[in-house]
Every structure is written in C-alpha cells, then in structure tokens.
C-alpha cells in the first residue's frame, strides 16, 4: 500500500548541479533514513527542451547513485505544464516546486524538506522575497495536516563553485545546467542537445566544469 510508505526526508532533483549535490551528500551521510527523490517537470515554456535535458540528467543521476550503493531512497517523478498560461512563466519555479512538494509531503506525511539554495541564491537580489513566497505556498498547501516542518539548506553556506567541487566529476558531468540548451543536429530522431554556452547558468558554470 503506497500509504505505508515512510520518507525521513524529500529531497526534489531537478537534474542540476545543486540539487543533485544535496541529494548526493544526504544520502551518504544518513545511510539508516530514506529519501523520497522528487523529479518535478516544469513546463513553463521558458525552454522547451531544459526540462528534456533536466529530466534525462535526473535518470542518469538516480542510476549513478544505485551504482555508487546508495539505496536509502525512493525515486518519484512528477509534472506540472502551465505553458499554456503564457510565453513568460507567471510563476517562479520555486512557487511551482514548493506547491508540488508541498503535495507530496502532505500525501506522505513528510515533515522534512531539503532544499538545495546555496549561497549565490541568497545574494541574489528579492532572492529572500522569492523564497518566503514560496514557503508561504507550501505552508498553505500542507495546512492543515502538516504544520510543523523542517526545511533545511545543507548548501547555504556554499558557493556554486564549492557545491560543484564537492562533487564527484563524473557524477557533476551527469548533472544539466544550461537554461536554452541548442539543437546539435536536427535532422534525426536522436536530435542531442547541448549547453548554449550563453545563457547566465553557462557562464556561471562552464568555466569550472571544463
Ligand atoms: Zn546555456
């Protein structure tokens, strides 16, 4: 019965570099809890082929974890399409995430989320704005059965380039990061994608990945 399902944590994998990290790191570290690993598709229309990449890099994470022995977790996918709502996303990704683990840590009776903010996000500018947003989101999707929660920030007083050193690079190289991936080919069926090299993510990453 999946309502026998017990999780000690959630712990959403978008299939970038800092969620996989958060991921990576709470599951050696608590090899006698379980994590319920959510991969949430965005269909935003902001690209239309990152979310393909992302969700390609989940699985490729998630079969780098069973093959490194890591087995304390469950992997569950889910999706949420508001293209259709306008061109430019009306919502942050964390409002949609936060809406959609909300609904899974209330289905499952999870009252701990691990969020993947490192410190670059912090000092982003109404990044905090942002994220009480958000938490208001989710605190409103979980009342009234879940009230009180832990959300923890295991990479907030990590940079980027620290999140990504911590890693191991062939796990990093699974990882997807560009926001406008481009068309390598076109003409076939197995059309690969690559990073535009151009969007902020790319700049910000790339030159501590090559
Ligand atoms: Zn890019």
């Given at each position: 019965m999946s309502g026998q399902e017990i999780?000690?944590?959630?712990?959403?994998?978008?299939?970038?570099?800092?969620?996989?990290?958060?991921?990576?790191h709470w599951l050696r570290d608590n090899p006698n809890k379980?994590?319920?690993l959510l991969h949430i598709q965005l269909v935003n229309g902001e690209s239309k082929y990152r979310q393909l990449m992302e969700h390609k890099a989940s699985h490729d994470i998630i079969a780098y974890f069973k093959?490194?022995?890591?087995?304390?977790f469950t992997f569950k996918q889910s999706q949420l399409d508001y293209v259709s709502a306008g061109q430019i996303p009306p919502i942050w990704d964390i409002e949609a995430v936060n809406f959609l683990v909300g609904t899974?840590?209330?289905?499952?009776?999870?009252?701990?989320?691990?969020?993947?903010?490192n410190k670059d996000d912090f000092d982003q500018i109404n990044f905090e704005d942002r994220l009480?947003?958000?938490?208001?989101?989710?605190?409103?999707?979980?009342?009234?059965?879940?009230?009180?929660?832990?959300v923890l920030y295991p990479n907030k007083s990590l940079s980027k380039k620290q999140v990504i050193d911590g890693l191991p690079k062939p796990l990093l190289n699974?990882?997807?990061?560009?926001r406008?991936?481009?068309?390598?080919?076109g003409n076939n069926h197995n059309t690969a994608y690559l990073p535009c090299c151009k969007?902020?993510?790319?700049?910000q990453i790339s030159p501590h990945i090559l």
């Open positions: 999780y000690d944590v959630i712990i959403p994998l978008s299939g970038g570099i800092d969620s996989c990290a958060a991921a990576y379980k994590a319920l093959q490194d022995g890591l087995n304390n899974y840590m209330r289905g499952f009776k999870i009252n701990s989320y691990i969020k993947a903010t009480k947003n958000s938490m208001t989101i989710l605190r409103n999707v979980l009342y009234p059965d879940l009230e009180d929660i832990k699974l990882c997807w990061y560009c406008t991936p481009v068309s390598n080919t969007c902020e993510a790319c700049l």
